[in-house]
Structures are given as structure tokens and as C-alpha cells.
């Protein structure tokens, strides 16, 4: 398996744009799990789905950002309208077997410049 | 809420030496524990993973153990390369309230070996 894949790997823009992450999980793990990494925050969760289905959805910042896995292999993070603020690089992590029951594997992450 | 301290923030030591990782988390009510590593630029790696009811785990050169009742974890290097050069987090699996099926996270230290 090529592992947890993202896309794009970089990516800088101007604020006010909207920005789309993307992320494939590793077939046959059923849960998906977006975080953010920032020197002052640390790595942050912002949102974890099972079976697609969005189950904690509380770290979220606020209502610019949405997440959506329209299917087993395929997740996004949008973010509408960007800000400075939202600089920082974005994992994609998945796992299998329920939670806690294994080991989490993370993509590369996204980083996000906002200009 | 749940809270990962890692202790120290930065530690440099010789090649060849053992050298220790800590841990600490204020709520024992966790799955696990895991310890990853985060090289510069990469994504995270997963190194160890401590079910809450082990005391520890071993992959080669490295052991983790795990004392839940009070809420500590270490990272036992053992013969340091400069190949361990990295940064390590350690982070746990939330099984209790609101922070149910979440992965907090330490801040990290960051470890340099030097031939």
C-alpha cells in the first residue's frame, strides 16, 4: 500500500481564497482523522470520521472550515475564505479496527501559506 | 481536559549514548499511548504503540513504557545514532467524556545526536 496520500503538498495563496485539501486513506481503514500542526499550537484535531460518516467535529476553528468524505477512499478539507491565520501544515491520518485498537499512519501533510 | 507534557523540549547528546524521552498526561482514562517520530518537513511515523493495559513496548533500539496510574510514559533511546536526529511526540488516546476517540498530542522534543 502507497500508505495515507495528500495532496497538493504545498500551497500558498492569497487570503480570501479558498483553499481544498485533499487526502486517500489507506484502503480498508474506516476511520480518517484530520489534524493541524503549528509551531504554537502543536498538532491539533480538528475532525475524525468512521464508515465516512463525520463523528467529532469540535475542533474545527469556525465555520470556514468544512470537511466532507463523500467515500471510503476519499476525504477534503476546505477552507473558505483563508486567512493568514490558517497557515500551518494539514495531516490526513488513518486507522482501522476502531478506536484506539491500532496504530495511526499520517500522510506527508499540506502546507498551507496564507499570504 | 486532557494535557500531554513532554519533558525536555530539546535534548542534544554524543552518538552512542542512552538517552531518555518523557511523557506525562493528566487523565488516565486513555486506549494507549503512542510515540511517534516527525523528522523535518516529513509527516509522522509511528514508533511504539502501549495498550492501556501493558507496561511496555520494545522495537529494537528503542522501549516504551507506560505507567497509566500516574499518568507517565518514557522513551528509552538506547546507543544514540545521528540517524535518531528528530523530533519525537508522544500522544494518547482518549477514552473517556468529550475527548472520547481523540489523539492528543505532546509538543514534542526535539533530540539531536551528534557524531
Known amino acids: 500500500d502507497a500508505g495515507v496520500i495528500q495532496s497538493p503538498r504545498h500551497e500558498v495563496t492569497e487570503m480570501g481564497q479558498e483553499v481544498t485539501l485533499r487526502c486517500k486513506p489507506i484502503?480498508?481503514?474506516?476511520?480518517l482523522f484530520w489534524y493541524r500542526q503549528t509551531m504554537m499550537r502543536g498538532l491539533e484535531l480538528l475532525i475524525y470520521?468512521?464508515?465516512?460518516?463525520?463523528?467529532?467535529d469540535s475542533g474545527m476553528p469556525e465555520d470556514r472550515f468544512s470537511a466532507k468524505m463523500p467515500n471510503a477512499s476519499f476525504s477534503t478539507l476546505k477552507i473558505q475564505p483563508s486567512e493568514p491565520r490558517d497557515s500551518a501544515v494539514y495531516f490526513c491520518?488513518?486507522?482501522?479496527?476502531?478506536?484506539?485498537?491500532?496504530?495511526?499512519?499520517f500522510g506527508a501533510g499540506s502546507r498551507l501559506t496564507v499570504l | 481536559k486532557q494535557e500531554v507534557t513532554q519533558i525536555p523540549a530539546a535534548l542534544s547528546v554524543p552518538e552512542g549514548e542512552n538517552l531518555v524521552l518523557n511523557c506525562s498526561f493528566t487523565?488516565?482514562?486513555?486506549?494507549?499511548l503512542q510515540w511517534f517520530r516527525q523528522d523535518p518537513g516529513k509527516g509522522l511515523t509511528s514508533l511504539l504503540l502501549?495498550?492501556?493495559?501493558?507496561r511496555e513496548q520494545t522495537s529494537g533500539r528503542l522501549n516504551a513504557s507506560l505507567d497509566k496510574s500516574s499518568g507517565r510514559s518514557t522513551l528509552y533511546i538506547a546507543a544514540s545514532q545521528p540517524g535518531d536526529s528528530a523530533t519525537y511526540l508522544c500522544?494518547?488516546?482518549?477514552?473517556?467524556?468529550?475527548?472520547?476517540?481523540?489523539?492528543?498530542f505532546g509538543q514534542g522534543t526535539i533530540l539531536t545526536v551528534h557524531p
Open positions: 491520518a488513518s486507522t482501522s479496527g476502531g478506536v484506539g485498537a491500532n496504530v495511526l499512519t
Open positions: 484502503s480498508g481503514h474506516d476511520y
Open positions: 470520521f468512521n464508515n465516512n460518516v463525520p463523528i467529532d
Open positions: 487523565d488516565s482514562a486513555i486506549y494507549n
Open positions: 502501549i495498550q492501556s493495559s501493558q
Open positions: 500522544a494518547v488516546t482518549n477514552a473517556g467524556g468529550t475527548s472520547y476517540g481523540k489523539l492528543t
